[in-house]
Nanobody, 125 residues
Framework: QLQASGGGVVQPGGSLRLDCAASTRSNSYTTGWFRQAPGKEREFVAAISRTGITKSYSDSVKGRFSISRDNDKSVTYLQMNSLKPEDTAVYYC?????????????????????WGQGTQVTVSS
């Protein structure tokens, strides 16, 4: 079970950090974040391998967002800097469908095994 938190309202150029708390079982899986804006499909944002060594980002967030994980706490983080209005969406944490797989920026929603409940991020002046 995944539990996302940390969303909110922020001005353009601001920062937020999202947390995704999971069970220790999630330490064996790639985890990451997707987002869904109103009227749009859910899209990949970032992924991190179970060891934390391999990280992938969508082109739209690369250089602004940073994903990390703490397996001692079974938490995955998404640090979001230089936020833009187009980053406004519901953000969902995700766990891979398969153990020990490493995902890149083409990670599909069909290959997600578990979802968190979503947290709203609104970037507005």
């Amino acid at each position: 079970q995944l539990q996302a938190s940390g969303g909110g309202v922020v001005q353009p150029g601001g920062s937020l950090r999202l947390d995704c708390a999971a069970s220790t079982r999630s330490n064996s899986y790639t985890t990451g974040w997707f987002r869904q804006a109103p009227g749009k499909e859910r899209e990949f944002v970032a992924a991190i391998s179970r060891t934390g060594i391999t990280k992938s980002y969508s082109d739209s967030v690369k250089g602004r967002f940073s994903i990390s994980r703490d397996n001692d706490k079974s938490v995955t983080y998404l640090q979001m800097n230089s936020l833009k209005p187009e980053d406004t969406a519901v953000y969902y944490c995700a766990q891979d469908r398969y153990q020990s797989h490493t995902r890149d920026r083409y990670w599909s929603v069909k290959a997600v095994g578990s979802w968190g409940q979503g947290t709203q991020v609104t970037v507005s002046s």
